[in-house]
């Protein structure tokens, strides 16, 4: 009885699931292209076809295809299948590379759904841009029923190709100069269907509508550089009697050319007709470019070829060679690309010129072949220097002689060394009159020990040079990273001596006032027993030097002149205000 109980309980169980049913979808549903492969030739268009093998209940579809975009170029898409059943959203996209499409649609009714076999969803236009061969592939393919639950879907790739030839070529070298020989090569060629391409006849060469041989390489020279391209054809035929050719240009020219000259200064950031005022400093910028193809031998530039930079009347009268970069200092070392450029600077110091209006010019020396020498010579200006002041002084640069590297972020010193810094002041007063004058120097925003100092500059007087002092780890005379007795012994040896009398020592100078005395034994005692990085710990310090406006010296001058101050001994035109030291 029991076993006759559940063989019926079974039959009830399997009946209800024929009642209530249970729709489980194939996943059969195949995108796929028609015709395959897709057949064209270059310069016409071809239509395929997206289908799908069968499909029910669908509200939606999505896919993306690819091809290779050196061959085929999407034009436009038409027989959308679903708008023929309901009103729809369709959207496609093509990325600006052009290499795919992207496309999508689903009834704007979101219970509508369509069903069908061997459906053709679009029309794809492609314009064919050159022989060869490509896949068409599938990246991406997806079908919904209502409510966008996907449906399971396959995809069968396809792949285009042309019965004429996939033509290429290249040539070495890639930037030939006249004279050379130049090898043309056709080995990436190939026939998509397989017909074949017989050498040397199958390949047929011209350079400037001029026939220049068969083969799959060729060689030819260029006898003279020109600013017109020449012509390079190749014409491919297979063994069918298909054809294609592919035209590309080689330019083979020398020019180079002077492109910008711009003085920067505040008040005369790269405007004509403005002022500048004598004993200030001005960059001149001159940039050059090579606008013509690539300067492989640093031999192109002959000894004697040059940039000079000219100061000239208003007239473009010659008054005064300002700089000549010659030979390899016109550039950077050879090659030269096409569209490479360079700038070649000259700091120019005002101080000494007449009132007057100038004008700036540059130029080039021609290289043999050049083809333009328009562009090798280019004025700015004009422009007037102006009196100047009274009463002018001015910091020229900062920087170091000391044989240390300098690194991303300052010179590199080791702590307890002495940092020696070297500042270079001018007197560029028109009064020509000594000035008595008053440097200051910070650490971080706090003063030196032994400044500010008090120096003469007398009228006319031009880059002065003095050295400043930096005692990284003040009191350790020995270098060994503590102040202690034997810094102290040293002190002893080296107590009451002057500067410039045997004994001296500068580590013991601590004060930096030429003698050893007292007040440096007071400096030592400020870091007596105490180690390095107690005192110096390693890091990046920044150094300031302050010129004390003179008396009677012009406020805004003395802001521009007296303060900025750069980290690699130039003037202060790019607007650094410190100097940089490193203790690793």
């Known amino acids: 009885m029991k076993v006759k109980s559940l063989i019926l309980m079974l039959a009830l169980a399997l009946a209800s699931l024929v009642v209530f049913p249970v729709q489980i979808r194939a996943a059969s549903n195949n995108f796929y292209i028609a015709p395959s492969p897709v057949v064209g030739s270059p310069g016409a268009e071809v239509t395929l076809s997206v289908k799908l093998d069968s499909v029910t209940d669908l509200y939606a579809y999505e896919f993306i295809l690819r091809w290779d975009n050196t061959l085929l170029k999407f034009k436009s898409i038409t027989n959308i299948w679903m708008k023929t059943v309901a009103d729809t959203d369709f959207e496609y996209s093509v990325p600006t590379t052009g290499q ?37 592939n599938f990246t991406e393919h997806y079908l919904w029923t209502t409510n966008m639950v996907e449906i399971s879907s396959t995809a069968t790739n396809s792949s285009f190709l042309t019965h004429e030839p996939y033509v290429t070529f290249t040539w070495t070298p890639d930037y030939p100069e006249a004279g050379e020989t130049v090898t043309f090569n056709a080995t990436g060629c190939f026939d ?11 390949y047929q060469w011209y350079i400037d509508g001029s026939s220049a041989g068969t083969g799959v390489t060729i060689t030819h020279t260029f006898a003279s550089y020109s600013k017109t391209a020449h012509n390079i054809t190749l014409l491919v035929t297979d063994n069918g009697g298909q054809s294609y050719a592919l035209t590309k240009w080689l330019k083979i020219d020398r020019d180079l050319s002077i492109f910008t000259i711009w003085p920067s200064k505040e008040d005369f950031m790269g405007s004509i007709n403005k002022s500048i005022d004598a004993g200030k400093w001005v960059v001149v910028m001159v940039r050059l ?16 070829a040059a ?22 200092g016109i550039g950077p070392s050879p090659p030269y690309y096409p569209g490479e450029s360079w700038s070649k600077w000259y700091f120019w110091d005002t101080y000494g010129y007449d009132p007057g209006t100038y004008k700036l010019k540059a130029n080039m020396t021609v290289l043999p072949g050049e083809t333009d020498a328009s562009n090798n010579e280019l004025w700015f200006g004009p422009f007037n220097i102006t009196e100047g002041f009274p009463h002018d002084v001015r910091i020229d ?12 972020n300052g010179y590199i010193y080791t702590v307890g060394q002495i940092a020696n810094i070297t500042v270079c ?6 009064a020509n009159v000594s000035e008595s004058v008053i440097i200051h120097v910070y650490k971080d925003g706090v003063e030196l020990p032994s400044w500010p100092q008090t120096i003469t500059l007398e009228g006319g007087e031009l ?21 202690d007795s034997l810094d102290l012994g040293a002190m002893g040896t080296a107590w009451g001596k002057f500067e410039g ?20 034994l007071g400096t030592m005692g400020t870091t007596w027993g105490k180690f390095a990085d107690e005192v110096t710990p390693p890091g990046v310090y920044e150094l300031d030097v302050v010129v004390e406006a003179v008396s009677g010296e012009t406020a805004l001058w003395a802001v521009w002149d007296n303060n900025l101050v750069d980290i690699t001994g130039y003037p202060f035109f790019f607007g650094y205000d410190y100097w940089e030291l490193v203790l690793p």
């Open 425 to 430: 002041v001018s007197n560029v007063g028109t």
């Open 501 to 520: 009398e045997p004994g001296y020592r500068l580590a013991c100078d601590l004060y930096w006032d030429g003698v050893v005395d007292s007040a440096d």
């Open 100 to 136: 795919q499409v992207m496309v999508y649609e689903g009834f704007t009714d979101a219970s509508q759904t369509a069903s069908g076999t061997d459906v053709t969803l679009v029309n794809i236009t492609l314009e064919v841009l050159a022989g060869g061969i490509c896949d068409l």
């Open 397 to 408: 640069g900062i920087w170091t002689y000391d044989n240390v590297k300098y690194g991303y």
């Open 289 to 304: 470019a090579n606008i013509g193809t690539i300067l492989e031998d640093p031999s192109t530039y002959p000894p004697d």
């Open 307 to 328: 940039v000079q930079l000219w100061l000239t009347d208003e007239n473009g009268n010659e008054i005064e060679l300002l700089k000549s970069w010659t030979g390899a």
């Open 463 to 483: 880059y002065r040079e003095i050295t400043v002092p930096w005692f990284t780890f003040p009191g350790d005379t020995n270098i060994d990273g503590v102040v």
């Open 192 to 202: 998509p269907d397989g017909a074949g391409i017989s050498e040397p006849d199958g």
